[in-house]
């Protein structure tokens, strides 16, 4: 079971978003909330999986409650799925940056948000169509943003760089595989290898990691 937090300072919205999570048996709401400050107190209390969370709020917005959500060991097993009308590149870049492991816009239909809570409690990553690679490699990787110690890296295989970078390029395990002649299994097995060793909690992290680095770089 799927545990869920919803927060958006719409009440009419969260009870559409609760509607159609509710409809599906693997999944459960657990908690809502109208503001970031109420986010963080859900999650701190609650440990959901997964946090359904809008950005634009009064008080706190929904990007800097993930940033608290994120950076706190306590919570390091839920995962944020940014849901919001502004879908737009510094929003994108700003959620990734502070921790959230995927973004969609709000007009986005049941199945897709459904596949997308079941797709991040899994640990990957999740973009809209509109946050494309172009867009996240130029906030990611901008000269004026401190670089990560590029020697944070050096724990990696050969091999676990190669699948870093294709992971960073936005391909899945399946797509990993097939570009280095690999079975499906054992390109998952890199990517958690990957992530257990670079201490991130999901595939978007990897991506932050491998573009602030300097692993891969824009264009």
Same mark, same amino acid.
Request: aromatic residues 2%.
């Given at each position: 079971?799927?545990?869920?937090?919803?927060?958006?300072?719409?009440?009419?919205?969260?009870?559409?978003?609760?509607?159609?999570?509710?409809?599906?048996?693997?999944?459960?709401?657990?908690?809502?909330?109208?503001?970031?400050?109420?986010?963080?107190?859900?999650?701190?209390?609650?440990?959901?999986?997964?946090?359904?969370?809008?950005?634009?709020?009064?008080?706190?917005?929904?990007?800097?409650?993930?940033?608290?959500?994120?950076?706190?060991?306590?919570?390091?097993?839920?995962?944020?799925?940014?849901?919001?009308?502004?879908?737009?590149?510094?929003?994108?870049?700003?959620?990734?940056?502070?921790?959230?492991?995927?973004?969609?816009?709000?007009?986005?239909?049941?199945?897709?948000?459904?596949?997308?809570?079941?797709?991040?409690?899994?640990?990957?990553?999740?973009?809209?169509?509109?946050?494309?690679?172009?867009?996240?490699?130029?906030?990611?990787?901008?000269?004026?943003?401190?670089?990560?110690?590029?020697?944070?890296?050096?724990?990696?295989?050969?091999?676990?760089?190669?699948?870093?970078?294709? &992971?960073?390029?936005?391909?899945?395990?399946?797509?990993?595989?097939?570009?280095?002649?690999?079975?499906?299994?054992?390109?998952?097995?890199?990517?958690?290898?990957?992530?257990?060793?670079?201490?991130?909690?999901?595939?978007?992290?990897?991506? &932050?990691?491998?573009?602030?680095?300097?692993?891969?770089?824009?264009?």
């Amino acid at each position: 079971m799927i545990s869920v937090v919803i927060v958006d300072d719409q009440a009419l919205i969260r009870g559409g978003f609760r509607a159609i999570i509710s409809s599906d048996p693997q999944m459960q709401v657990v908690g809502e909330g109208e503001s970031g400050e109420q986010a963080v107190e859900l999650v701190a209390r609650l440990h959901p999986d997964v946090v359904v969370m809008d950005i634009r709020m009064p008080g706190m917005d929904g990007i800097t409650a993930t940033e608290i959500i994120c950076s706190d060991q306590n919570c390091s097993s839920t995962r944020i799925l940014i849901l919001t009308t502004f879908e737009l590149d510094e929003h994108v870049a700003a959620a990734l940056r502070a921790g959230a492991s995927g973004f969609l816009g709000k007009g986005v239909a049941p199945t897709e948000l459904l596949d997308g809570i079941r797709m991040i409690a899994r640990g990957e990553s999740l973009l809209s169509p509109a946050a494309t690679r172009s867009l996240i490699s130029r906030f990611l990787a901008s000269p004026d943003r401190p670089d990560s110690d590029p020697e944070r890296l050096s724990v990696l295989t050969v091999r676990e760089r190669e699948v870093v970078a294709l &992971v960073a390029d936005g391909l899945s395990n399946d797509e990993i595989a097939v570009r280095l002649v690999l079975s499906p299994l054992t390109a998952k097995t890199h990517v958690n290898r990957a992530m257990l060793k670079l201490g991130v909690r999901d595939r978007a992290a990897l991506v &932050v990691l491998a573009y602030r680095s300097g692993l891969v770089t824009p264009g």
